[in-house]
T-cell receptor
Framework: SAVISQKPSRDICQRGTSLTIQCQVD?????MFWYRQQPGQSLTLIAT?????????ESGFVIDKFPISRPNLTFSTLTVSNMSPEDSSIYLC???????????FGPGTRLTVT | AQTVTQSQPEMSVQEAETVTLSCTYD???????LFWYKQPPSRQMILVIRQEAYKQQNATENRFSVNFQKAAKSFSLKISDSQLGDAAMYFC?????????FGTGTSLTVIP
């Protein structure tokens, strides 16, 4: 397994501003993932972030809106840019520490945009 | 396209009783993984159990077990001796390659 922390745990932001969410893992992992969970909904994958390469974005998500950094094997950031109320969600990072196929999740960041 | 369907938005169970949560999925792949995750109000996603598609034996983790029917593409979760701490949102998930899909979730209430 892996222990994952996220900062901030929650934030309230003004429309038009940006927020950067940090994800820290207690072990080195190749693949990190960012998800969005809108209120009362399931998880939707935003992008996959591998160290040393550009993030791969899922359909409906673009780098200009959700830039991702992956400077090393234990850390990643997701920025939510030019926010609107529709961006109000929980954002979760996850990692895949081993070959078993499962992902382990951080505690999430609850973002409210006013 | 792969999809994961949880047809029970809400379920309830009496404490100490058994409950089964349903999940079906659609795939043309033969090699994949299936998971159940639990998300309590704290919103932390917790892995409950995993199943590899090539294994015929159903996975078991203490009070949690699955009924994996590959031909029917069904993956139900059975919770035995339900406890108050089992109350949460449960998500079924499918993984093949780098694709990871979640169902819409089942909200489980445990009645004391």
């Amino acid at each position: 397994s892996a222990v994952i922390s996220q900062k901030p745990s929650r934030d309230i932001c003004q429309r038009g501003t940006s927020l950067t969410i940090q994800c820290q893992v207690d072990s080195q992992v190749t693949m990190m993932f960012w998800y969005r969970q809108q209120p009362g909904q399931s998880l939707t994958l935003i992008a996959t972030a591998n160290q040393g390469s550009e993030a791969t974005y899922e359909s409906g998500f673009v780098i200009d809106k959700f830039p991702i950094s992956r400077p090393n094997l234990t850390f990643s950031t997701l920025t939510v840019s030019n926010m609107s109320p529709e961006d109000s969600s929980i954002y979760l990072c996850s990692v895949e520490p081993g070959p078993g196929g499962e992902q382990y999740f951080g505690p999430g960041t609850r973002l409210t945009v006013t | 396209a792969q999809t994961v369907t949880q047809s029970q938005p809400e379920m309830s169970v009496q404490e100490a009783e058994t409950v089964t949560l349903s999940c079906t999925y659609d795939t043309s792949e033969s090699d994949y993984y299936l998971f159940w995750y639990k998300q309590p109000p704290s919103r932390q996603m917790i892995l409950v159990i995993r199943q590899e598609a090539y294994k015929q034996q159903n996975a078991t983790e203490n009070r949690f077990s699955v009924n994996f029917q590959k031909a029917a593409k069904s993956f139900s979760l059975k919770i035995s001796d339900s406890q108050l701490g089992d109350a949460a949102m449960y998500f079924c998930a499918y993984r093949s390659g780098n694709q990871f899909y979640f169902g819409t979730g089942t909200s489980l209430t445990v009645i004391p």
